[in-house]
């Protein structure tokens, strides 16, 4: 197996130009350059992962904490953080949760993991963990980000979107459609995007003298069977006397789309259905799923750069910017109080089409 040295001697060039000219750091005329890359190709020189690791002091990973694998929502994530760092020949070590604690220990112990497996940093989504957990781990670990959460402990190293404007999206979307009947399927309360979506959809409609009475909110647990099971549970109800249903995940919207099919009731002709995320499947539903859209991939890839630069002092561009926006689909249509004319914060009136 060809060494860096069989490199250098073959290149012409001293041991310390071949390093260089093969890490890509430091000063290389173009003329070494070329002759080092010819020598690497004749040789097929591959660097030893362990003598990088030994100069450079770093193995060149990067941990992702995730509470679950499952689903598409946390494999699109994933996918995309794999994808920033190979393309800087770093790696990806991935965990969930670990330990026999509870959700909230067991989080900060997949962190710990993560770090004792020597990931130079390390992106956390949770929504077990609190403020003052994040607090000490920022101290702990200078090179922690935290992904589709803000907190004032560190808001620099916080990368999310807006959930509460997301959910004026979604109220506003359906008092535009003429809905002012509405019932809701929200996710866990332990969940502060969860919260931050509920309060603003239902601060939106109050806005506009609109309320949810207590019938007609469900809480579930933004799983396909939990949607399920609240769609029954809101039919099991009194006389449906709604004409619109917002899910605080898509993933629920569509479970919720599947148990109106089957008990026969037509979305979007007698009951609109609206959704969050704008995941991957949400375009696939029959019929297709409208929704607020979280730019959380975009999110994820700036996240994953801004650690790359503070662990390996690059300078990738980092966008900071991620607001939701309307997906307008097939799954709301007309309400009963017919299309409304939309008032926009900056003072201009519209109509949608």
């Known amino acids: 197996m060809a060494t860096i040295k069989d490199v250098a001697r073959l290149a012409g060039v001293g041991l310390g130009t071949a390093s260089r000219a093969i890490s890509g750091r430091g000063p290389v005329s173009e003329k070494a350059l070329a002759k080092v890359n010819e020598a690497v190709a004749a040789l097929q020189f591959r660097p030893s992962n362990v003598a990088r690791a030994l100069a450079s002091k770093t193995l060149g990973m990067v941990g992702i904490y995730v509470p679950d694998f499952s689903g598409t929502f946390y494999g699109q994530i994933l996918q995309t953080i794999d994808g920033e760092l190979r393309a800087v020949d770093r790696h990806m070590v991935a965990a969930n949760g670990c330990g026999h604690g509870d959700a909230r220990q067991q989080a900060l112990d997949g962190v710990h993991f993560l770090y004792e497996r020597e990931c130079d940093g390390v992106i956390v989504m949770s929504n077990e963990l609190t403020d003052d957990d994040f607090a000490m781990l920022f101290e702990r670990y200078p090179t922690l980000v935290l992904l589709n959460r803000s907190t004032p402990a560190r808001p ?43 309060a603003g959809f239902l601060d939106e409609l109050a806005r506009h003298q609109v309320r949810v009475p207590k019938r007609r909110r469900v809480v579930a647990d933004f799983s396909f069977d939990g949607g399920y099971a609240a769609a029954e549970a809101l039919l099991a109800g009194s006389a449906r006397d709604y004409s619109a249903l917002f899910c605080a995940n898509d993933v629920m919207a569509m479970a919720a789309i599947s148990c109106l099919d089957r008990r026969g009731i037509d979305v979007p002709g007698e009951l609109s259905v609206l959704g969050f995320d704008d995941s991957e499947l949400s375009r696939y539903t029959a019929p297709a799923l409208t929704t607020v859209g979280v730019p959380i991939v975009d999110a994820a890839a700036n996240a994953c750069r801004f650690l790359l630069n503070q662990c390996y002092g690059l300078t990738l561009p980092v966008a900071r910017d991620f607001s939701p926006e309307l997906v307008w689909r097939d799954s709301v249509g007309v309400g009963p109080h017919g299309l409304q004319v939309r008032d926009d914060d900056d003072g201009s009136d519209q109509t949608e089409p």
């Open 156 to 198: 620099q190293r916080c990368f999310s979107t807006d959930h509460e404007l997301g959910g004026r999206l979604a109220a506003r979307a359906l008092l535009l459609k003429g809905h002012r009947e509405i019932a809701f399927i929200s996710g866990p309360r332990s969940a502060p995007d969860n919260e931050q979506r509920i």
